[in-house]
């Protein structure tokens, strides 16, 4: 069964602190993997995608193929970073399974 | 650029009437919409593919004569959710595919459904 997994629900960290927000995924192909954030009161935007391997924000995130996980990163934490972050594998067809979602609260 | 509109915003009606979510592509077109219901602290669920010029694909447990989908442009597709029930009070939210190298999706801002 195809299906993303982002087991925290809350993280919260001071600014400055290093982050990482944890997704696993289940898929029996070659997975499409992304991570799109949704800030208070905007719409869900894409954050970045395993394929085009950009950082974004001064986020990372790598595709571990053999713990399947795509685990986003970034080293030092800032105020503006608080959102809602989802993990997302395309299922084919450009179809996108979303994870439950984490967030990410950063405290001055 | 890539700018997707959902109309209305929000919306409240009685049990057993049916309401229409507008989604457009603002200045793309876009042949492939998807739309996603959301419920309360809850993630994304894709209910279905919208194809401009063909039937719409459903995904399982979605029921097709609920929740009818009209894609009749390259910027418009439309969710008609029919003799609404409180059960379908939800957070519906559109994307759009732009063609492109990775036919990115983007999303519309959402629509929230209250069913009274």
């Known amino acids: 069964a195809q299906r993303v997994t982002q087991p925290e629900k809350l993280l919260s960290v001071f600014k400055g602190a290093p982050v990482e927000l944890k997704c696993n995924y289940s898929y029996s192909g070659s997975p499409e993997l992304f991570w799109y954030v949704q800030y208070s009161r905007q719409r869900l935007q894409l954050l970045l995608r395993?394929?085009s391997r950009e950082s974004i924000k001064g986020f990372t995130a790598d595709l571990n193929k053999g713990e399947t996980s795509f685990h986003l990163k970034k080293p030092f934490a800032q105020e503006e970073d608080s959102a809602m972050y989802y993990c997302?594998?395309?299922?084919?067809?450009?179809?996108?399974?979303f994870g439950a979602g984490t967030r990410l609260a950063v405290h001055p | 650029g890539a700018v997707v509109s959902q109309h209305p915003s929000w919306v409240i009606c009685k049990s057993g009437t049916s309401v229409k979510i507008e989604c457009r592509s603002l200045?793309?077109?876009?042949?492939?919409m998807f739309w996603y219901r959301q419920f309360p602290k809850q993630s994304l669920m894709l209910m279905a593919t919208s194809n401009e010029g063909s039937k719409a694909t459903y995904e399982q447990g979605v029921e097709k004569d609920k929740f009818l989908i009209n894609h009749a442009s390259l910027t418009l597709s439309t969710l008609t959710v029919t003799s609404a029930h409180p059960e379908d009070s939800s957070f519906y939210i559109c994307?759009?595919?732009?063609?492109?190298?990775?036919?990115?999706?983007?999303f519309g801002p959402g629509t929230r459904l209250t069913v009274l």
């Open positions: 997302a594998l395309s299922g084919g067809y450009n179809k996108l399974i």
């Open positions: 200045d793309f077109q876009a042949t492939t």
């Open positions: 395993h394929i």
């Open positions: 994307s759009a595919e732009a063609r492109g190298p990775y036919n990115e999706q983007f």
